[in-house]
C-alpha cells in the first residue's frame, strides 16, 4: 500500500518526486520500516533472528546491528513496486476515473471505487 504513490507517479508522471521518497514519514521510509519489521522482527526473513520491536530504533542502528539484510529489504521494496506498478496498470482506466472524482470532490466512497473497478469486469465480457 505505501509503495502505490511512488508506482502512480512512475507509471503516470514518468517518475517519483521526493514526496514519496524523501525524508521520515515518507511513504518509501514507512515502507522501508515495513519490511524491515518482516525481515527481522515478525520472523518472516530468510533469517530467524530477531531484533524485537523496531519502532525504538533508527534505521541507522539496525543497519549497524546487521547491514545484510538490508539487500533483503531492498528486494522486498522493488517487488513490491513492480506489483503496485502491474496493479495501476491494469486498472488504468478505473484509477483515472477515480483521480477526477478525488480532484474534484476530494474525497471518495469505497462504493465508488468499487463500482470503478467492476466497471472495468463489465467492459472486459463484452
Known sequence: ??????????????GHDDGVAGNEGSDLFEATKTAIALERS??????????GDLSRRHLEAFCQLD???MARVDRI???QLDRSKEILLRHRRAFLILTDQ??????????????????EDEDKSQ
Open 42 to 51: 515478525y520472523g518472516m526473513g530468510e533469517n530467524l533472528g530477531s531484533y
Open 67 to 69: 547491514p545484510m539484510p
Open 1 to 14: 500500500m505505501t509503495m502505490a504513490g511512488m508506482a502512480a507517479e512512475e507509471v503516470f508522471l514518468g
Open 102 to 119: 478525488l480532484a474534484s470532490r476530494l474525497e471518495l466512497w469505497g462504493k465508488e471505487v468499487l463500482d470503478a473497478l467492476g466497471g
Open 77 to 79: 521494496l522493488q517487488e
